[in-house]
């Protein structure tokens, strides 16, 4: 960490040190702006701390997952669904889960990598299906920013020219492995589209990182830094421009505004001393994650700012989406006993399938993509946990019988997660909790949500589809359809941890907290870059989006800033 004295003014202070804040904090330090990122985790680097390399009987855990590590004690995410001592609350009927990350690079050192690019439609759907809210920008404004994201950061895929999905700048996609094989065979007789996957992760060298080596071990982080995690690729290499800090254990409460209601700076606890804190700064830009990001603008009341800060128009906390999300995984006798064979790739499926139909046939609106997983994955603990519960089952068994099924078992099953765009509605938002406080006296946040027919519709038609593709493959789905009073098995809200909106970005003031620069109408001087300025969804994952969406502000900031105006 490069220590600065606290006195200092900086250009710009970027609160978290996610896709949003990393990327913000890489552009602008490139720029020339003195920059300080307030992130509320501790340090991580990839490189020293990734456990890419352990085997399970390294740990008397085996993996197993602990308290700070949900995902298993080698997952490279220090965070989870419950934080001690930063609680937040549900409203009464609402199913919503909140993953947060709290760790230098938030949430992108164990993410999917699954790195698409929304379509021309996906920011303009309402002008097509009449539902939601436009962008007020373009693919067109954002498509030079996905371009040297994918240069910048490195992606692979294949060049498919589907429309609404559109190709980038790709690196050499993996084979399929043999199981994606029978996927893709599959979808080819049913006329789902399948083609390699696009995940930022490197075939060939880059920027001075190795090309991947086929571990397979991605969300533990890498340590030849051949992903994309924040810290590894944004942040030390923007710390050699000498004109980034990165203040750690800094939890940010709100932002400071003058008697103009300008941003002067972000008042944050640090969390080794408990102390408060000031930071001035000269622009602020908020990448806390969504619904964190809406927290401190909540939080950041005013005499200019009575409804918090973004909040003219009382839009701070509504629009909430998240993913819609169900899944359904398959049995393959053909796969059992098994020739030993190297299924060695990517950590992440090899393949993918992105929307194909026309929703003018069909009883939803907006689409989903299909992701598969399967294959010969380093056993970790609980592996095959149910095994006498098989189809085909000997009952599982002790001792060498038991060892003997598990390796008749090994690698045939194969499953299908469908991964769909909610529409926004009035039930899904988040407000501060009347009462509740975190650790360090800071309201917290309160989840709505509720799923329209829209959704429970689209699921639906995944878990149809998947139990063909699954019969088309020659297996056996495993369980039964869930009805419709289970909501066709669609996952929580915010379980997906797509979580987007909350400051939306529009076209006027009265009906949005950002411009389609990301930049507050109540305050011109205060940026958000992570989700939260998000319209809507779409069938794609949205990482890749908020990493172009963060540069394109970055470069407006920078232009703004030369120009004088900011
Ligand atoms: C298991 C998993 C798999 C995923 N897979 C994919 C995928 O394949 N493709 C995809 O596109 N997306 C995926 N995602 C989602 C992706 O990780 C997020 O979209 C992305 O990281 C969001 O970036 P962000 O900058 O908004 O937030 P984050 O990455 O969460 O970063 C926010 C940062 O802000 C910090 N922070 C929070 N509050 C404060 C505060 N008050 N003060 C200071 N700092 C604060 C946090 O500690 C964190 O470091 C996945 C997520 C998870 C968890
Ligand atoms: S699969 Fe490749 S990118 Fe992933 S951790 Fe292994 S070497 Fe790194």
Not at 54 to 73: A, I, L, V
Not at 194 to 215: D, E, F, K, M, W
Not at 322 to 332: K, L, N
Not at 381 to 393: A, C, E, L, T
């Amino acid at each position: 960490m490069q220590l600065q004295p606290r006195s200092t003014v900086y250009d710009v202070c970027i609160v978290g040190s996610g896709a949003g804040g990393a990327m913000a904090a890489h552009a602008l330090s490139q720029s020339g702006a003195k920059v300080l990122v307030l992130e509320a985790g501790d340090w991580w680097d990839n490189s020293k701390n990734s456990k890419m390399l352990s085997w399970p009987y390294d740990s008397p855990r085996r993996g197993r997952s602990t308290p700070e590590r949900p995902f298993g004690e080698f997952d490279a995410c220090i965070g989870g669904w419950n934080l001690e001592g930063e609680p937040f609350t549900r409203a009464p009927g609402t199913r919503f889960d909140w993953w947060r990350a709290r760790m230098l690079g938030g949430r992108t050192n164990h993410w999917g990598r699954i790195s698409l690019r929304f379509g021309p439609d996906d920011f303009k759907h309402k002008s097509i299906d009449g539902l939601g809210d436009d962008w007020p920008i373009s693919y067109d404004d954002v498509k030079p920013w996905y371009d040297r994201v994918d240069r910048l950061v490195g992606i692979f895929g294949s060049q498919e020219n589907l429309p609404n999905h559109p190709d980038g700048i790709f690196h050499k996609a993996p084979q399929p492995r043999c199981y994606e094989l029978l996927v893709k065979e599959a979808s080819d007789r049913l006329g789902i589209w399948c083609i390699p996957a696009r995940l930022s992760v490197i075939t060939q060298p880059l920027n001075g990182r190795a090309p991947c080596h086929y571990c397979g071990q991605c969300n533990r982080g890498c340590m030849t830094n051949s992903n994309f995690s924040a810290p590894n690729v944004l942040l030390f290499p923007a710390q050699r421009t000498r004109r980034l800090t990165i203040r750690t254990n800094a939890m940010a409460r709100e932002v400071a505004t003058d008697e103009t209601g300008q941003a002067t700076g972000v008042h944050y606890i640090d969390k080794a001393t408990g102390r408060d804190e000031f930071v001035r700064a000269r622009i602020v830009v908020l990448a806390a994650s969504a619904c964190e990001s809406a927290r401190i603008l909540l939080n950041s009341k005013s005499s200019r700012h009575p409804q918090g800060l973004a909040n003219s128009s009382g839009v701070v906390g509504k629009y909430l989406t998240d993913t819609t999300g169900t899944d359904v995984a398959g049995f393959f006798p053909q796969l059992m006993d098994h020739v030993p064979h190297n299924c060695d790739g990517v950590g992440g499926g090899h393949i993918y399938m992105p929307w194909w139909l026309d929703n003018r046939k069909l009883d939803f609106p907006r689409g989903y993509h299909i992701e598969v997983w399967g294959g010969l994955g380093v056993p970790s603990y609980g592996f095959g946990g149910g095994i006498q519960n098989m189809p085909r089952s000997a009952g599982g068994g002790y001792g060498a019988s038991l060892k003997a099924e598990y390796r008749r078992y090994y690698g045939s099953t194969v499953g299908f997660s469908g991964r769909g765009e909610q529409i926004p509605n009035e039930h899904c938002y988040c407000e501060l909790d009347p009462e509740a406080k975190d650790k360090w006296g800071i309201p917290v946040l309160r989840f709505h949500w509720r799923w329209t027919d829209h959704e429970h519709n689209q699921v639906k038609h995944m878990q149809e589809t998947f139990r063909a593709l699954i019969r088309e493959m020659g297996g056996e789905p495993m369980g039964e359809m869930p009805s419709r009073e289970r909501g066709y098995g669609i996952s929580n809200g915010g379980s997906i941890i797509h979580e987007l909106g909350c400051v939306r970005m529009g076209a006027s003031a009265g009906s949005s907290a950002v411009n389609g620069w990301s930049q507050a109408w109540d305050c011109k001087n205060l940026f958000v870059t992570d989700g939260g300025p998000f319209v809507s969804q779409a069938d794609k994952n949205p990482t890749w989006t908020i990493l172009a969406l963060a540069w394109r502000t970055a470069d407006y900031i920078a232009r703004e800033r030369k120009a004088g105006t900011l």
